[in-house]
Nanobody, 123 residues
Framework: QVQLVESGGGLVQAGGSLRISCAVS????????MGWFRQAPGNEREFVVGISGSGVRTNYADFVKGRFTISRDNAKNTVYLQMNSLKPEDTAVYYC????????????????WGQGTQVTVPS
């Protein structure tokens, strides 16, 4: 059983920064493309960003380009999401997900999910 555990969420003022992490319990971690999704109350889960197993390729949703950065450390089985210039509309539960193969933007394409971490940016 592969487990994903997010950490690092919290409350941050608009314009601030936050880094969230996701540790994966089993590998080989480099076999997994990783994705970050988010879900705000009343909304569907939406794709934020993905990264290939090697870390070479990334795919960002337009609404986070230039503000968020995904990275991974395959030696630590961990993927990170650095979030800068946060806005109130970024408030959501952020989920990491893993899948074998290439980056996907559809939630149903991912095999494993974390429990989520709350990010709150008050208006």
């Amino acid at each position: 059983q592969v487990q994903l555990v997010e950490s690092g969420g919290g409350l941050v003022q608009a314009g601030g920064s936050l880094r969230i992490s996701c540790a994966v319990s089993r590998g080989p971690f480099s076999n997994y493309a990783m994705g970050w999704f988010r879900q705000a109350p009343g909304n569907e889960r939406e794709f934020v960003v993905g990264i290939s197993g090697s870390g070479v390729r990334t795919n960002y949703a337009d609404f986070v380009k230039g503000r968020f950065t995904i990275s991974r450390d395959n030696a630590k089985n961990t993927v990170y999401l650095q979030m800068n210039s946060l806005k109130p509309e970024d408030t959501a539960v952020y989920y990491c997900a893993a899948r074998f193969g290439v980056i996907a933007t559809v939630a149903g394409s991912y095999d494993y999910w974390g429990q989520g971490t709350q990010v709150t940016v008050p208006s």
